[in-house]
């Protein structure tokens, strides 16, 4: 499977600016559909964070998935990558 790898930075409520990948089937291009995965994401973690817009999370590249990758992607419709200040 092929994914896009979208790179997306947040600012956290204590001012550190996370930094996470969110990966989907590289034939989802609705950038809302890919902003709802980043939301999604977010309501996990215990701290509050800014917004999540097309100037926090954009198109990288496209690469191929690992088996991880794609279990994920088949239970939610995404994976993250967690780059930078993500607990």
């Known amino acids: ?8 930075y947040v600012k956290r ?3 550190k600016i996370m930094h996470f990948d ?3 089937p590289d034939n989802i ?4 559909t890919i ?10 973690k215990s701290f509050k964070t ?10 990288c590249h496209i690469e191929q998935a690992t088996k991880e990758m794609v279990f994920s992607i088949e239970q939610k419709g995404y994976f993250i990558i967690e780059m ?3 607990n």
């Open 1 to 8: 499977m092929k994914v896009a790898v979208w790179d997306t």
């Open 22 to 24: 969110i990966l989907v």
């Open 35 to 44: 902003f709802n995965f980043g939301i999604d994401y977010l309501k996990t």
């Open 29 to 32: 291009t609705d950038e809302q």
């Open 84 to 86: 930078e200040n993500c």
């Open 50 to 59: 800014g917004r999540l817009t097309s100037n926090e999370c954009r198109l």
């Open 13 to 15: 409520e204590n001012g």
